[in-house]
């Protein structure tokens, strides 16, 4: 491709469904590659799919040809009406947006489109495979999306776990594509594994699987060829009859009923009596219509601890579903409050938070077994714990160290980051060891498992199994260990959800707060969160990843990506580390010390990936490391890791830009939208040598609100384009800059609110354009100041506002002119895009930070000075747990600023006595002027009314006029707000100049 053929994606895109099919792939579960291993931020694969077919095709330079690529790339998008059950018994219909073709959609991606488009990208490297280098590559869904196009990938991160992931995802099923091998032996003489074989291949039916296993498993011999996952199943097995002869004394069966998991709570001696305080939450077990049962708690006969029991059949009390749940919030509330832990053996003595840290890193934390949960026919059952089971679980503790002492480098002792770091909060409560995150049977089984796993590897070895299948079993083997560890954590929950495993595993959300009440499941247990299940998640993935079809060898890289690279790429796609978002290392530093003794021994590669205790974090030396701005790592100075961060990724742009062929482009991913970070890592990007000429705001996440989702999409990542600035190219001049951005974003802004882009995604798909102008000039001078510039962020600032006036004279008058909204201030400014985008529902305060910014203004100075917002501090990350009971925050400090929410302050909650009222002389917000204007209607005072309109000249003031009306078609019909609004328009028609231009309907 020549260097200034236009890409697809530099002309158009299949927003609309890239965002629908991305939503639906966060519900698809079996074989997809999230289901392999933890990994954070992994992106959706159809967002990178779109994003990497769009840049590697040239766009076809004609409307009907660029429409028809378009099509078969994201389909066509259609309504259907979707029904839910809702908890009341009624049905609840939906019409929803759906995509149709395309090869977008998880499933689609084996059409037969999809090779079509190999061949088209193929024909567009005169061809050859495109080269294509993800330096950040984590999780894999970049090079995994590249792969699958044919492209000749290499994946690259700091980060061993990450390696090790990418290694699974792009190399060991690959090397075994269309590749079958005989079962071994020990599996077809297990009747136990063959029942589960034939049921699953399809092959017998129950009831000749119940007449004629055995026999035909003696026929069996030679043993059937199958794929990479029936020997990762195999394998898996053996080590699970092991480990289940190892691990039976450690969970005694009961009544002859095996358990399925024990529910714990952390404890504490009381300060004042000395009593064992279990900390608890809420003492609901099981809270369903039919079966709610409470956890009781009296103080024992001496009163140094509790007695627990069980109340079944709990009566629910209340006329309607507020008062049942504030009846059942308080009769199950648990020893943990705001205000602290209340000790139930001495009438309620408090101990802080404080205090609670305290005993907790002087090693005083202890845990309490409460109940028991027993699987049955009609499903979970609970029970108090008997002696033996106490036992068992304290008895755990003398074995721990026996165990160890054959599994190379020993208990995970290797140290927690300190209890500043990112999303850490354990620390704070003497959890400083990754041992220390497990009880010490939950150690025991995992080294169990560890020890037979690294047994399985000497037998796989001695099999006759090729070196690529040997490296896959065990590599996958590995993986699936992973996913029992990460349900196998005193951090796991109970689960509520009845189809769930019961347990919620240690990374539903990336951080590591303190979890005081938790569940420990049987890791034997044939329930979904015991080991084989685990490994069962592992091998839907290789089905899939096999399935991919061949493509030249991945190359997987573990440097950092400031390290040079000898090769040059048709195409660099990544998806940076963003400030201080999620403390990768940190956090998968709980997996590191699991593999790093999994894998021991298993190739000199590995072993070299994996020679240190922990991950790379950052080298304060070679200034080089994972780039992440986490203040703890430089003595807790925030200016200085954030420069390192800001250097850093500057440095890793500029490597791109040697590593990028001088045709190439560049597509980075930024999935937070703080505007002054943002601009920050933009800057980077064009000082580095790029220009900037396209951004897609793909929405990732689903908006749980029907409004939110309609009108606001909450996009959780911008795809920015770029491309290599030519050597001449000279600096340019503000003012011809920002004329020619306002002619280019004119006719975009038309097209982007044409194609239905609204919100937030309006502003940010303006940007990529509006940045070509700017970021073709090496630097910009201001014509007006000798010397000086225009940075990336006033350049920025004035195509927000253009943004603003544009989506404001769109609500005002429907043709966007910037006229029409002359004269309107900031706050009405702002007030009119959140009304218009979010209502009064909550709003992500990402969205509005990037409103607020874009109107002159901060959030703060919206909540604080001019109060039309209100924080409600609720949280809209994917991963936070919501927990009715949750009467004790887990730990607030974890969850990032960007999660928070604010609501729209409504008029009548508007009633300060200043409002509407000039201050230093200055004249208030006119949203505020009407909200005074509706009190004092309410109230009947008419005089005041006029009073007001005259001194402001309110009545001859158009934009005034234009506003009320807007705000009358904003407001609900039969709203009290839309019925004096509307007579307060009368009024002032009646009594004032007619105003000739009526406007039209909203949505005309
Ligand atoms: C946002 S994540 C990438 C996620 C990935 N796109 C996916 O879909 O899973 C950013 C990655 O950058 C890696 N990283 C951080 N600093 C790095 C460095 N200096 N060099 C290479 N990788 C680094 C982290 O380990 C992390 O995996």
């Known amino acids: 491709m020549a260097i200034n053929d236009k890409r697809l994606i530099e002309v158009a895109f299949p927003l609309k469904q890239a965002s629908l099919d991305s939503m639906h792939e966060k519900n698809v579960r079996h074989g997809h590659i999230s289901t392999l291993h933890i990994w954070p931020a992994r992106r959706p694969l159809a967002a990178s799919r779109a994003a990497l077919i769009a840049t590697l095709l040239p766009d076809p330079g004609n409307k009907d040809e660029r429409n028809q690529l378009l099509e078969r790339l994201g389909g066509k998008i259609i309504e ?88 699974c995802t792009l190399q060991h099923s690959q090397s075994l594509a269309g590749q079958h091998s005989p079962l071994p032996r020990f599996a077809l003489e297990s009747t136990d594994f063959m029942e589960q074989f034939f049921r699953s291949t399809g092959k017998l039916t129950a009831r000749q699987l119940e007449r004629n296993l055995s026999a035909v498993q003696e026929r069996l011999f030679p043993a059937p060829d199958v794929d990479l996952a029936w020997h990762i199943r195999a394998w898996g097995w053996w080590i699970l009859q092991r480990a289940k002869v190892d691990l039976a004394p450690h969970y005694p069966v009961v009544d002859g009923k095996e358990p399925a998991a024990y529910l714990w709570a952390r404890s504490v001696k009381c300060k004042s009596c000395r009593a064992t305080i279990p900390l608890l939450k809420t003492r609901w077990l099981c809270k369903k219509d039919k079966n709610r049962i409470l956890l009781t708690m009296e103080p024992n006969t001496e009163r140094t601890g509790v ?198 595993n240690t990374f539903s959300r990336f951080a590591l707060p303190m979890v005081w009440d938790f569940i420990e499941g049987v890791p034997t247990a044939d329930s979904s969160g015991g080991y084989l299940s685990s490994l069962e998640w592992v091998a839907k993935v290789t089905e899939h990843l096999s399935s991919i ?120 991913v930024f999935a937070n939208k703080q505007p002054d970070a943002w601009e920050a890592l933009v800057s980077a990007i064009i000082r580095a040598g790029f220009v900037v000429d396209g951004s897609w705001p793909i929405q990732t996440e689903m908006g749980n609100r029907t409004r939110a989702l309609s009108s606001a999409a909450l996009a959780s990542s911008v795809w920015l384009v770029c491309k290599k600035r ?97 004269g309107l201030d900031n706050v009405t400014n702002y007030y009119i895009l959140h009304r218009y985008d979010f209502g009064f529902v909550e709003a992500p305060i990402g969205a509005c930070i990037l409103y607020a910014v874009s109107c002159g203004l901060t959030d703060r100075e919206l909540t604080d000075r001019y109060e039309i917002l209100a924080r409600t501090g609720g949280s809209d990350s994917d991963d936070e747990v919501s927990d009715e009971e949750d009467a004790v925050e887990e730990e607030p400090e974890s969850i990032p600023a960007s999660g928070s929410k604010v609501k729209l302050k409504t008029w009548s909650h508007r009633h300060g006595k200043n409002l509407g009222l000039e201050t230093d002389g200055r004249p208030a917000p006119l949203i505020d002027q009407i909200h005074r204007l509706m009190g004092l209607w309410k109230v009947g005072d008419v005089v005041k009314v006029d009073e007001y309109l005259d001194a402001r000249a309110l009545r001859r003031n158009s934009t005034f006029i234009q506003l009320i009306q807007a705000l009358i078609e904003l407001s609900p019909v039969g709203s009290e707000e839309r019925s004096i609004l509307e007579s307060l328009s ?16 909203l949505g005309s």
């Open 726 to 822: 030519p050597q001449i190219a000279r600096p340019g001049w503000d003012n011809t800059v920002l004329t020619e951005m306002l002619e280019r974003i004119q006719d975009k802004l038309r097209e982007f609110w044409d194609a239905g882009i609204r919100g937030p995604d309006f502003v940010w798909a303006a940007t990529g354009p509006a940045l070509e102008v700017y970021s073709k000039h090496p630097v910009v001078k201001k014509a007006n100041a000798a010397g000086e510039f225009m940075a990336v962020s006033e350049f920025l600032g004035h195509v927000r506002r253009i943004v603003v006036d544009f989506i404001v004279g769109q609500v005002l008058s429907h043709n966007g002119a910037a006229g029409a909204v002359s």
């Open 986 to 1001: 009368n009024h002032v028609a009646a009594r004032g100049v007619a105003y000739e231009d009526k406007q039209l309907p």
């Open 549 to 668: 079809p061949k493509a030249p060898k991945a190359a997987i890289l573990q440097q950092s990506a400031l390290t040079g690279l000898a090769d040059q790429f048709d195409v660099i796609c990544t998806d940076p580390p963003y400030y201080d978002a999620i403390s990768y290392s940190d956090l998968m530093d709980f997996f590191y010390v699991w593999l790093r003794r999994t894998l021991y021994g298993f190739d000199p590669e590995t072993d070299a990936a994996f020679r240190e205790p922990l991950a790379p974090k950052w080298n304060h030396e070679t200034s080089d490391g994972e780039l992440i701005d986490d203040s703890s790592r430089f003595g807790g100075d925030k200016s200085k890791s954030k420069k390192a961060y800001e250097n850093g990724m500057f440095k890793a742009f500029e490597v791109c830009h040697q590593a990028l062929k001088a045709e190439g482009r560049m597509v980075i």
């Open 80 to 167: 259907v009406v979707k029904k839910k059950k809702l908890p009341s018994g009624k049905v609840e219909e939906k019409v929803v947006p759906e995509t149709v073709g395309g090869v977008l959609h998880w499933g689609r991606e084996s059409n037969p489109d999809l090779e079509w488009f190999r061949r088209k990208i193929k024909d567009a490297y005169d061809g050859r495979a495109p080269r294509v280098l993800d330096p950040f590559a984590g999780g894999g869904a970049i090079p995994l999306e590249a792969m699958r196009l044919g492209c000749e990938v290499t994946a690259n991160d700091l980060n061993p776990v990450a390696w090790f992931v990418l290694k």
């Open 307 to 504: 007695v627990f029991g069980l109340q079944r059949n709990v009566p629910q009390v209340g006329g309607n579903a507020a008062q049942r749940r504030e009846y059942d919030k308080r009769i199950g509330a648990g020893t943990m409050s705001r205000s602290g832990v209340s000790c139930p053996c001495c009438n309620g003595a408090i101990m802080t938070m404080e205090e609670i840290r305290v005993e907790g890193v002087a090693g005083r934390i202890g845990n309490v077994m409460t109940a028991v949960v027993v699987e049955t026919k009609e499903g979970k059952a609970y029970r108090v714990p008997v002696e033996t089971e106490l036992l068992a679980a304290s008895n755990a503790a003398a074995w721990m160290r026996a165990k160890f002492e054959q599994i190379p480098f020993g208990l995970p002792d290797e140290p927690l980051p300190s209890k500043e770091a990112l999303g850490f909060r354990v620390p704070l409560y003497g959890l400083d060891r990754w041992s220390k995150l497990f009880t010490p049977r939950q150690l025991v089984a995992i080294g169990t498992f560890v020890e037979h796993t690294r047994a399985a590897l000497d037998m796989i070895r001695s099999a006759e199994y090729t070196a690529d299948w040997t490296i896959a079993i065990y590599a996958f083997l590995a993986a699936g260990l992973d996913r029992l560890v990460d349900r196998c954590s005193a951090q796991c929950r109970p689960d509520p959800t009845p189809t769930q495993s019961g347990v919620i």
